[in-house]
Structure formats: C-alpha cells, structure tokens
C-alpha cells in the first residue's frame, strides 16, 4: 500500500517561515490535501488539491508538489498555527485508497 | 452551515459490536461521498471508511475489512459505521468527514469515542 513520509516535528520562530514535507513514491502525480490539527479538536482542512486553499484558511498556507515531495509552507508563522499537520492522498490504485502521513507537530519557538 | 454530529461510542468489550452514526445537516447529503476517519489516543489519523453519495461504492482499509461496514440513509441524511468483532486496536476517536470531490474530507464532525476494553 500507498506510504507517506513527514518528519515527526518541525520547528520555527514567530515571524518565519516552517516548511513541512510529505514524501511519497512519485507523489507528484497524485492530489495532496493537508489538515492542520490543534490538540483536543477535529481536524481542518488548510490545503486541498496541492496549493488550493478552502475559504476561510489565511493565505499564508500554501502548498506545492512535484517529483516524490509535497511541501506544506506556511509563511509569517503565527503563535497560533502550533499544530499536527497532516498530508493526505487518495490512491485509487488501491483496494484501500485512503492514506495519511503520520503528521508533524509543528512548534512556535 | 455544515455540521456533522457523531454518536454512539462507548466502552465495549473485545469481540463485541457498535454501531455510530453521524447526523448531517446544511448541506445536499445525498450529493456526497462520506468518510469516517479515526485517531487512536496520541496517535495518527487513519482513514477507515469510504462511501460513494449513492451507497454504490465502499472502501475499507485494511486494518477493519471484513469487521466494519459502512452505509448511509440519504432520506434520514445519515451515515452509520457498523463495527463487529471489535479488538483493543480499534479504540479511537471516530471521526465522520464529507468529501467535496478530490477524495479529501471539508468538513469534520467532532468525534465519538470508543474504546474496546474488558
């Protein structure tokens, strides 16, 4: 089955920008959607189809993908985008098509 | 507004059975797939279940095939997971999640617990 890879944590100051990776064999060719999760709440969908952002969600979320490597990037970090976020595809390929990464906690130094 | 309730968790003892439900309102329920999705206690999210808007298609992941089921009511706007033969494994918030399409999930529900302990 289908296997994404995202660091476990990544870390930024205020102001800065974090990157967060999600690794994918030929990842490229498939839609990546990225979630953002606060501790004790559901998840929200902050990047769909790769770089598409739901109404509501701040322009400083983006996302881009190509090669075996989707990156979400979140610009200007803000104490409160601390999160878990995770990557997520649809592998139609497969019998059971619903795969996530196993989430990076992103911290606000 | 969207909103989606789960209900039905609870403590159950290994092997037994639960059924949840997920009531939707504010939006054409019949017109979209549905998901459920869970999060076992400091861990992951993991995709479970998916149905097609018209109950036509269902996928499973690996870990609960042959054990869960997944179907809908669109006249009650109603999504329901089936659970038998439950093990400690399967202890996790269950999420229900729409799809607008691209096979991701817009909208969450706020979870149901279940926890499989004897």
């Known amino acids: 089955s289908y296997v994404l890879t995202q660091p476990p944590s990544v870390s930024v100051a205020p102001g800065q920008t974090a990157r967060i990776t999600c690794g994918g064999n030929?990842?490229?060719?498939?839609?990546v959607h990225w979630y953002q999760q606060k501790p004790g709440q559901a998840p929200v969908l902050v990047v769909y189809d790769d770089s598409d952002r739901p109404s509501g969600i701040p322009e400083r979320f983006s996302g881009s993908n190509s090669g075996n490597t989707a990156t979400l990037t979140i610009s200007r970090v803000e104490a409160g985008d601390e999160a878990d976020y995770y990557c997520q595809v649809w592998d139609s390929s497969s019998d059971h098509p619903g795969v996530f990464g196993g989430g990076t906690k992103l911290t606000v130094l | 507004q969207v909103q989606l309730v789960e209900s039905g968790g609870g403590v159950v003892q290994p092997g037994g059975s639960l059924r949840l439900s997920c009531a939707a309102s504010g939006f054409t329920f019949s017109s979209y797939g549905m998901h459920w999705v869970r999060q076992a206690p400091g861990k992951g999210l993991e995709w479970v279940a998916f149905?097609?808007?018209?109950?036509?298609?269902?996928y499973y992941a690996d870990s609960v095939k042959g054990r869960f089921t997944i179907s809908r009511d669109n006249s009650k706007n109603t999504l329901y997971l089936q659970m038998n033969s439950l093990r400690a494994e399967d202890t996790a918030v269950y999420y229900c999640?729409?799809?607008?399409?691209?096979?991701?999930?817009?909208?969450w529900g706020q979870g149901t617990l279940v926890t499989v302990s004897s």
């Open positions: 999640a729409k799809d607008p399409g691209p096979k991701a999930f817009d909208y």
């Open positions: 030929n990842i490229g060719s498939k839609s």
């Open positions: 149905i097609r808007y018209d109950g036509s298609n269902k």
